[in-house]
């Protein structure tokens, strides 16, 4: 069974930095993708970015261009979020997401249907 744990949310002031944390276990992680997606009070869940099986192709979402890094260790079955410059808008719970099939790229995995495995989610609050 595929677990997802995600750590190092927190409260930042607006312009800080935060990194967050996924530790996957459950099956052989070096064989899908992975993405982040966050869920603002009163708001759908929404894609943030994603990272391909061996982070050959990486995508974001606009708001957060050039301002979050996604990449992952294989060798250490983790992912990670480096999330720069926030934002007041920022402010939502970030998960940790697995893609249901191994070796995707493109497209298909910055959709949020793509990921059938989460974890349970970490807040990050970015204070203006």
């Known amino acids: 069974q595929v677990q997802l744990v995600e750590t190092g949310g927190g409260l930042v002031q607006a312009g800080g930095s935060l990194r967050l944390s996924c530790a996957a276990s459950?099956?052989?992680?070096?064989?899908?993708?992975m993405g982040w997606l966050r869920q603002a009070p009163g708001k759908e869940r929404e894609f943030v970015a994603t990272i391909s099986w061996n982070s050959g192709y990486t995508a974001y979402a606009d708001s957060v261009k050039c301002r979050f890094t996604i990449s992952r260790d294989n060798a250490k079955n983790m992912m990670y979020l480096q999330m720069n410059s926030l934002k007041p808008e920022d402010t939502a719970v970030y998960y940790c997401?697995?893609?249901?099939?191994?070796?995707?790229?493109?497209?298909?995995?910055?959709?949020?249907?793509?990921?059938?495995?989460w974890g349970q989610g970490t807040q990050v609050t970015v204070s203006s």
């Open positions: 997401a697995a893609d249901r099939t191994p070796y995707r790229a493109g497209a298909v995995i910055t959709s949020k249907n793509s990921y059938p495995y």
């Open positions: 459950g099956r052989t992680f070096s064989l899908y993708a």
